[in-house]
């Protein structure tokens, strides 16, 4: 077993137990306090699910048994008095004795505990059990051991004087003890040598040093500015070694807040094997992006959380071997972790190759435990469904295991991610697996950007991982390179249309894109997609110093955080893929390749005429097209965006209520519910704009059609092939008046 690995169990289990002391007498003076019982409950399962990973099975059952306790008060079954709290005190001395014998002679000991879990489970079972009044007694040759049972035997003395409970034998005088007040250990007394081989310094401590040496860089720098005039080579001298030191000093500070994921990445590979043993399957794992550097509190902040993930995945989405070759897959499962820099964020994916989650099962279970009501279930999305599984206690286990079955780990994820302003979020396939997404926003980090200028001149900086290419027009091409398509601006680069998004309009500043006479486009990525972003002018690239924005800016979705130039200015980060959602570049019809002939104009007047169609899915098979000049701009809605007017659905867009209509309804009799986002098609005629919504839009195509099938489905002019597949052609003004009569009124008026 490695040195390393239990010398880490040990400094977090004796911090860990320091904490829950102080936890539970808060707890016994509030019993009905939620959030301190969960914190409770989160770190006895902590310590329980790690020692079973290293094989203490001592420790293990001592703290399952109190997981168990703990867990029926999480859940309202029990309500926490002093004579459990007496119990699990006990626990937690029990716990600290064992750790000190692991820690001295590498083996739990020989020490019998089997009162304690007797009477812990009694408790658990809801009888009125004597209280143990101390840990028992550790062997003579634990000499480091600590002395719990003075200390429990204090915290017993209340009840043990109203129960009549006679205490255990001690193991020496506490009376005697209480004269002299030799022996008595204080919490920090009773860590263990393990926790004083490292040292611990508050992250407020280091965020303290790392703005004042800002500062000091920033004096610095204008020292060596006033130092380019002078001609005395000793304060030369000394101006050159001030800048020395002070780089070397802000390159130390730095580094003590970065650290590779790897070092928490480390420990996954023998969890998974031990879980797979236990669980008698076959996992392997595979990481990429061991070197992406996390701010120290992130680092904190994250361990437990992907902890959980991992072993989620290994104990409900990997299935068993014999499983898995019925399904035709190798008896070997795949975990895979995946972490990288994107956007001014840090991404992190956790991914298995299992079974997946079934949305139908999600809904039964959040409506047996009284979660969301039938009606709430049958509207949801797939995709909202997958999201219960963050709910406090909720667990689609049949049963209660050592591994899982609480429902801790997902909640535990949330929460801490939530903590330091992240999100995450699931994607789970039935048959092929689920993959859970993170995303942290930079609280430190020393990041490469380009530095780039709006019309206000003010500076932002872009991350130079979201940077594919600059391009530069001018004169001519500059006035006549940016084409149009239904209002909206592209750019045909090398062939392929790129959306453009003018820097100033995105933060809704005039005057955008008046400078007709010289472009600046800034080629991007975000999330897989490519647009273009308009800048009034692109200075230098530099290394940034990433920090974070204050609580009163963070709800703001176009920037990741500042940085701190070297004049003292502050400057902006841009949030790449938050800019694109902002400005509602939909992915999927950016990038393609058009044939011959101008994309934002159409000849419908013969069946055999050069069309330009914007392709799209509806329901889960249907393909359809839509004439590109029926459509006036292409939209995503979030589903919290969109509201109820009598028995239509409506969104506010551009200052009016335009209506939905879900093709999805009209030609495939389900609404379309599988995204958090609704992409929509927007239709104009008479004035007037309606909604249609799609389940993706997949190209736009400009072919010669030929309408081989006509069709008497309501809603459909015939079927066509484009692409090699078969095409329905959508009728978008009988679908439209079929759906809401009032939207073509003005136009049959």
């Known amino acids: 077993m490695s040195e390393d690995l239990v010398k880490e169990f040990l400094i977090e289990s004796y911090e860990n137990l320091d904490r829950l002391d102080k936890e539970l007498v808060d707890l016994e003076k509030d019993p009905r306090n939620a959030d301190t019982l969960a914190s409770v409950f989160r770190t006895i399962h902590t310590i329980k699910g790690t020692c079973g990973f290293l094989a203490f099975n001592k420790l293990e059952a001592i703290s399952h048994v109190g997981e168990s306790l703990l867990s029926k008060m999480r859940d309202g079954e029990l309500l926490l008095n002093a004579e459990i709290t007496t119990g699990l005190l006990a626990m937690v001395d029990a716990i600290r004795q064992i750790l000190a014998q692991v820690e001295q002679t590498g083996v739990e000991g020989d020490g019998d505990y089997g009162a304690l879990v007797a009477e812990l489970k009694r408790l658990n079972e809801g009888g009125l059990a004597k209280p143990p009044t101390s840990a028992p007694r550790a062997p003579a040759d634990a000499t480091a051991a600590p002395a719990a049972v003075a200390s429990s035997a204090d915290a017993a003395a209340p009840v043990a004087a109203t129960a009549d409970a006679e205490p255990a034998a001690p193991a020496h005088d506490a009376s005697d003890e209480r004269r002299t007040g030799e022996d008595r250990r204080t919490g920090d007394d009773r860590r263990g040598a393990a926790a004083d081989s490292s040292l611990r310094i508050d992250v407020v401590l280091l965020d303290k040093l790392m703005n004042l040496v800002g500062e000091l860089v920033l004096a610095r720098n204008q020292i060596l500015q006033f130092t380019a005039t002078q001609t005395d080579n000793s304060f030369v001298g000394a101006t050159q070694r001030l800048n020395l030191v002070t780089s070397e000093l802000q390159e130390g500070v730095m580094k003590t807040r970065m650290q590779p994921i790897g070092n928490v990445w480390s420990k996954f590979p023998r969890i998974v094997r031990d879980l797979a043993v236990l669980c008698q399957k076959q996992v392997r794992i595979e ?245 273009g972003l308009v800048v009034d002018a692109i200075h230098d690239t530099e290394e940034i110093v990433v920090k974070p924005l204050g609580k009163q800016l963070k709800g703001i979705e176009s920037f990741a955080g500042a940085t701190i130039m070297g004049d003292g200015r502050v400057a902006l980060i841009l949030d790449v893929l938050g800019i694109a959602q902002r400005a509602r570049v939909v992915a999927e019809v950016r990038d393609r390749r058009l044939n011959d002939g101008d994309a934002s104009e159409v000849r419908d007047d013969a069946a055999h005429d050069l069309q330009t169609l914007l392709v799209c899915r509806v329901g889960e098979k249907d393909r359809m097209a839509i004439p590109l000049n029926l459509v006036a701009r292409l939209e995503e809605f979030a589903v919290s965006a969109i509201e109820r007017s009598g028995d239509q659905d409506v969104v506010q867009y551009r200052g009016e209520i335009m209506p939905l209509v879900d093709l999805g309804m009209v030609f495939a009799g389900r609404p379309t519910n599988d995204a958090d986002m609704r992409q929509v098609v927007v239709y104009a005629d008479g004035g007037r704009s309606v909604g249609l919504v799609v389940s993706q839009i997949l190209d736009i195509v400009s072919e010669r059609i030929d309408v081989q099938r006509r069709v008497s489905r309501p809603g459909v002019v015939g079927s066509v092939v484009l692409q090699q597949r078969v095409t329905d052609l959508v009728d978008v003004a009988a679908v439209v008046a079929a759906a809401d009569p009032a939207a073509v009124a003005p136009a049959a008026a």
């Open 287 to 531: 990481m990429e992006g061991k070197e992406t550097e996390l701010d120290k509190t992130i680092i904190e902040a994250i361990k437990d959380p992907l902890t959980h993930v991992v072993r989620n995945s290994v104990d409900h989405g990997v299935e068993s071997p014999e499983a898995r070759m019925l399904r035709g897959k190798p008896a070997e499962g795949l975990i895979r972790l995946r972490a990288f820099h994107e956007g001014g964020q840090i991404n992190i994916e956790i991914s298995d190759d299992g079974a997946g989650i079934d949305p139908a099962r999600l809904r039964t279970k959040a409506t047996q435990r009284g979660l969301i009501s039938a009606d709430q279930a049958s509207r949801m999305s797939d995709h909202e469904v997958l999201r219960l599984v963050f709910l406090p206690g909720f667990s689609t286990a049949e049963k209660i295991s050592n591994i899982s079955g609480r429902g801790v780990g997902m909640d535990v994820v949330k929460t801490n991610i939530e903590k330091i302003g992240g999100q995450v979020d699931i994607q789970s396939k039935m048959g092929e697996g689920t993959t859970l997404k993170i995303k942290i926003p930079l609280t430190l980090a020393i990041i490469p950007a380009l530095m780039v200028a709006g019309g206000d001149g003010e500076r932002y900086a872009i991350p130079q991982v979201s940077l594919l290419e600059l391009v530069r027009l001018e004169g001519t091409q500059a006035r006549a390179g940016i084409e149009r398509i239904q209002g909206a601006p592209f750019y045909r680069l090398r062939g392929n249309l790129l959306p453009l998004v003018h820097l100033d309009e995105a933060f809704h500043r005039p005057g955008a894109g008046t400078n007709a006479d010289v472009v600046n486009i800034v080629v991007l990525k975000a999330d897989d997609r490519q647009f």
